[in-house]
């Protein structure tokens, strides 16, 4: 079992930058890979950004040179980071942590990122 804390997320001006971080924690030490998705208002919910073990990343297409993705491997706990920058509209929705360990998916409970002026 995999335990996730997310933190971050809020209200910021189109342009602006936030932080997201996700403590992952329990069997820490058999996750594969850890992202963040995102499900805006009536749309599907759809890849952010992905770093494995091997720290390989991959991120969208629409996020690419915008967001940062990261992953620190303590102990007992990893946690995943994601840096946003040059915020837009289009950014405003509900951001998931997902990990993968040991052939299974957990999901955070999501934080709301709100892009507006």
């Known amino acids: 079992q995999v335990q996730l804390v997310e933190s971050g997320g809020g209200l910021v001006q189109p342009g602006g930058s936030l932080i997201l971080s996700c403590a992952a924690s329990?069997?820490?030490?058999?996750?594969?890979?850890m992202g963040w998705y995102r499900q805006a208002p009536g749309n599907q919910r759809e890849l952010v950004a992905i770093v494995s073990r091997f720290g390989r990343t991959n991120y969208a297409d629409s996020v690419k040179g915008r967001f940062t993705i990261s992953r620190d491997n303590a102990k007992n706990t990893v946690t995943v980071y994601l840096r946003m920058s040059s915020l837009n509209v289009e950014d405003t929705a509900v951001y998931y942590c997902?990990?993968?360990?040991?052939?299974?998916?957990?999901w955070g409970n999501g934080t709301l990122v709100t892009v507006s002026s």
């Open positions: 997902w990990v993968s360990s040991t052939g299974m998916d957990y």
């Open positions: 329990g069997s820490a030490f058999n996750i594969y890979a």
